[in-house]
T-cell receptor, first 117, second 113 residues
Framework: GAVVSQHPSWVICKSGTSVKIECRSL??????MFWYRQFPKQSLMLMAT?????????EQGVEKDKFLINHASLTLSTLTVTSAHPEDSSFYIC?????????????FGPGTRLTVL | AQSVAQPEDQVNVAEGNPLTVKCTYS??????LFWYVQYPNRGLQFLLK??????LVKGSYGFEAEFNKSQTSFHLKKPSALVSDSALYFC???????????FGTGTRLKVLA
């Protein structure tokens, strides 16, 4: 099946620094990718929709200046957490929509655990 | 607005017994429904989906789910639970136009040996 990777799988950073998380579709093109956030023992909450070649669409309550999303190619979207604070510590999961071929499906990455000290 | 409810935070079942994880939904029109499983510190693994057709959907690892339109439910089932099935299970509905997922709060399944 289709594979979506995330890098890094985990990251620890100091408060005030910025962290970039990559989401890649390894064997298909994804014009649309989604970024989710999951707090401990909670569900996934959609943060934003990343569209290749255009600006991301953010869900209500998500700060676009804090969570910068870039979808530079059909296989790569990045989420940058700017000026990270401890409350940004979370599990971030991306998904990529396979718009090509016969199957129009969506696949999830393995997630990135961010810990801000 | 679309929503999904998983009424149980945790379900305990003995190994070898049948298991059911409940999910109800609220959508306008015909729903696209999904079940995913998540192991600790891992992403989501697809189990099964209902788009249209037969109300009984068979998925990965012996799981199945029954779409019940009158009860607006999509319960996940397995005839014989394994200890390795212990994980966090999410029910979700996907918006047909935007492809966004709306997830339930998750149900932790614990299969006891």
């Amino acid at each position: 099946g289709a594979v979506v990777s995330q890098h890094p799988s985990w990251v620890i950073c100091k408060s005030g620094t910025s962290v970039k998380i990559e989401c890649r579709s390894l064997d298909f093109q994804a014009t649309t990718m989604f970024w989710y956030r999951q707090f401990p023992k909670q569900s996934l909450m959609l943060m934003a929709t990343s569209n290749e070649g255009s600006k991301a669409t953010y869900e209500q309550g998500v700060e676009k200046d804090k969570f910068l999303i870039n979808h530079a190619s059909l296989t790569l979207s990045t989420l940058t957490v700017t000026s990270a604070h401890p409350e940004d510590s979370s599990f971030y999961i991306c998904s990529a929509r396979n718009t090509g071929g016969l199957i129009n499906e969506q696949f999830f990455g393995p997630g990135t655990r961010l810990t801000v000290l | 607005a679309q929503s999904v409810a998983q009424p149980e935070d945790q379900v305990n079942v003995a190994e070898g017994n049948p298991l059911t994880v409940k999910c109800t939904y609220s959508v306008s029109g015909n729903p696209y429904l999904f079940w995913y499983v998540q192991y600790p510190n891992r992403g989501l693994q697809f189990l099964l989906k209902y788009i249209t057709g037969d109300n009984l959907v068979k998925g990965s690892y012996g799981f199945e789910a029954e779409f019940n339109k009158s009860q607006t439910s999509f319960h996940l089932k397995k005839p014989s639970a394994l200890v390795s099935d212990s994980a966090l299970y999410f029910c979700a509905v996907r918006d047909k136009g935007t492809y966004k997922y709306i997830f339930g709060t998750g149900t932790r399944l614990k299969v006891l040996a």
